[in-house]
């Protein structure tokens, strides 16, 4: 009797589920809908080698069907978890096997570029490069840069508050989103596309979706703050000898470039050999011998001016004896050859296991801090790997870390990097989010009270629970 009533369980299962799945492909039409080997073919991301699990993938061609999806799944506390580009490393778009995935990859339009109001609306599906190149082509910019821009979309970027190569100068993705449509998970349309700079009116309501990694809503279109295009972007690789020094070095290049300083990339020396060195595609313009090297890049708005400035700010570094050694790009293609260096973080998958961190704290905490990393690596493990580098500008380290023979390993090395943190006031996640990869350690970087606001607005927003569910934190204390 037991197996008996177990079968008509699982045969309710699966026809509730085929229901769902017949009215969701009422609303997304042909292909909308993709199911078994569709799915499972799908890797889970672009760093990871399994295939998608989750029940099947839905794929809305516009707000609305995204609402009457939703209305459907929250009708019938259905699980879904938002698709963008699949490049985060938090695990924050993993979906399990009882779940569905909602990908917003049909809705790649950019609406309208207003080159007078410098604003570009688009949908959440659109690839990141796709909307530089689109704000490039009216001679304005979209600051926002990040490794992954040829695969990110715009509406991850959003979920995540992605940061990338040029926060020091532009800020996070918070800070360059203007407006937002999103969809809560009872379906109802929260349209929110301001277009102004300035919007004081109340809540400013698209904060509850910027970096809520789709845990309240699913975002469907976006109004994007634009730059004016730079007239010239002048960048150099210096070699520092000292931790020191590359603080001290970070003060003088911002105030000698005068306010243009959009990038400073540090590369520790063992990260540096790693992308110089064969099978890496790179090689190194400087020795490998110094301790840290430092990607230094500034916009600004007159190409003869700008480089004087740049030649004038290094030589006044190097005379005061914080630059040991440097290579100046003089054309594009050198430039593109330098920042290649920095983007070529799948040389750390040379080594197995391979985790990757990405933390924030102050710039006056991190030697230490990286020290007392390794340290707890050398304690534990013995042998390891740590590659480090970062957006050092704007307080965000990443590091690549391999130590253990297997998986196993992972809780150890986690409890190394994140724990430290703790008595410093850093972050456990600088730019990719929480997910479920940092959800354990959510606790080391916010307190009691945060995190129970942080499930009222999940309760209010999403009673059901279905957005996103197990995500960032536990509903229940």
């Known amino acids: 009797m037991v197996v008996h009533s177990l079968d008509v369980s699982n045969t309710q299962v699966e026809t509730r589920m085929s229901e769902l799945l017949q009215a969701l492909g009422e609303v997304v039409g042909e292909r909308g809908v ?22 099947a993938i839905v794929r809305p061609r516009c707000t609305a069907e995204v609402s009457q999806a939703l209305a459907i799944c929250n009708e019938a506390s259905q699980p879904v978890v938002a698709h963008g580009g699949l490049t985060g490393l938090a695990e924050g778009a993993i979906a399990g096997p009882h779940e569905v995935v909602l990908s917003l990859e049909r809705m790649n339009a950019i609406e309208e570029v207003n080159p007078v109001e410098r604003t570009m609306t688009v949908q959440s599906g659109a690839v990141l490069e796709a909307v530089q190149n689109a704000a490039d082509d009216v001679g304005l910019m979209y600051p926002l840069d990040i490794g992954g821009r040829g695969s990110c979309t715009v509406g991850g970027n959003i979920a995540t508050n992605a940061g990338g190569n040029r926060v020091i100068r532009y800020g996070m993705t918070r800070d360059m989103v203007l407006g937002v ?65 590359v603080t001290a070095l970070l003060k ?46 500034a916009m600004g708005g007159d190409q003869q001016t700008d480089h004087a400035r740049l030649e004038a700010a290094f030589a006044e570094s190097h005379a005061s004896g914080l630059i040991a050694d440097a290579v100046i790009a003089s054309s594009e293609a050198q430039r593109l050859e330098l920042w290649a260096m920095r983007d070529d973080v799948e040389q750390v998958n040379q080594y197995k296991p391979m985790y990757i961190f990405d933390v924030s704290l102050r710039i006056s905490k991190m030697e230490e801090y990286v020290a007392e990393v390794n340290r707890r690596l050398e ?36 409890s190394a990097v994140y724990e430290p943190l703790a008595a410093i006031g850093g972050s456990v996640s600088a730019e990719h989010g929480v997910g479920l990869d940092k959800k354990k350690y959510l606790r080391l970087s916010r307190n009691d009270e945060e995190i129970a606001l942080m499930r009222t607005l999940k309760k209010a927003l999403d009673p059901t629970g279905i957005l996103n569910p197990g995500k960032i934190f536990d509903l229940a204390a």
């Open 34 to 55: 993709l199911t078994g080997t569709d799915v499972s073919n799908r890797a889970s991301g672009i760093w990871r080698s399994e295939g998608i699990a989750a029940k």
């Open 379 to 414: 304690a534990t493990f013995g042998n390891y790997v740590n590659f480090t580098f970062g957006h050092i500008g704007d307080g965000n380290i990443h590091f690549g870390t391999s130590a253990g023979a297997d998986e196993s390993s992972r809780d150890g090395v986690k």
């Open 181 to 245: 449509e999103a969809v809560l998970a009872d379906g109802t349309v929260v349209s929110s596309m301001n277009q102004m700079i300035k919007n004081n009116a109340g809540y400013d309501l698209k904060q509850l979706f910027i970096g809520t990694e789709g845990s309240l809503g699913i975002v469907t279109r976006a109004v994007l703050r634009l730059r004016e295009k730079p007239r010239s972007q002048e960048t150099m690789l210096v070699a520092v000898e000292s931790f020191e020094k």
């Open 252 to 297: 003088a290049m911002d105030a000698e470039l005068g306010g243009t300083l959009s990038a400073f990339e540090v590369l520790w020396n063992n990260f540096y050999r790693l992308v110089t060195t064969p099978p890496a595609a790179q090689r190194p313009p400087l020795p490998q011998t110094y301790p840290y090297y430092v990607l230094i890049e």
